[in-house]
């Protein structure tokens, strides 16, 4: 019978520790948080509809898109990145994170990481960063990465096929 009674009053303590810990913040969940998850849902079933191929990459301070060509990208479910370009498979992995690069409450896509691995081979192993996505449309998927080292901006575009 004790027990029945102590639960109550643990329930009522449990509740105004958690109150009280709220900050004014947290009252209303974030709208940008929200569009955040929204529009990181949109980039995920862009990406994951079709094959896509690399139509430019930058790299520190040359082109290099000729790589892959030939290749055609294949974003997968459960993060798999899959590149082949008839006789040759690569496999790396992706996913789309938020990004914390914009204080405001509006979210916008460069708030959002293009995040890509690959092991092997090298030129393949150079893709492997958390891009910042700059712009994404049905058709096209525009990323940039700034260096911390030298300052220089990537550039990594991939186009529908």
Request: with cysteine; proline share 3%; charged share 15%.
């Amino acid at each position: 019978m004790k027990t029945i009674k102590i639960l109550p009053i643990l329930a009522v303590v449990l509740m105004l520790t958690t109150a009280s810990t709220c900050h004014k913040d947290d009252d209303n969940p974030s709208v940008s948080n929200q569009q955040q998850i929204a529009m990181i849902n949109a980039v995920n079933g862009t990406v994951m509809q079709g094959n896509w191929h690399v139509s430019y990459y930058f790299d520190n301070d040359s082109e290099e898109t000729s790589n892959f060509s030939g290749y055609t990208f294949s974003f997968g479910s459960g993060g798999i990145l899959t590149a082949t370009n008839g006789s040759n498979t690569q496999t790396g992995s992706w996913f789309v994170s938020g990004s914390n690069s914009s204080n405001d409450d509006n979210p916008h896509p460069e708030d959002l990481d293009f995040n890509i691995a690959f092991s092997s081979p090298a030129n393949f192993a150079e893709l492997t960063d958390d891009w910042e996505i700059v712009t994404f449309t049905a058709a096209r998927i525009e990323l940039i990465d700034v260096s911390g080292g030298n300052g220089g901006t990537d550039r990594l575009i991939f186009e529908k096929n």
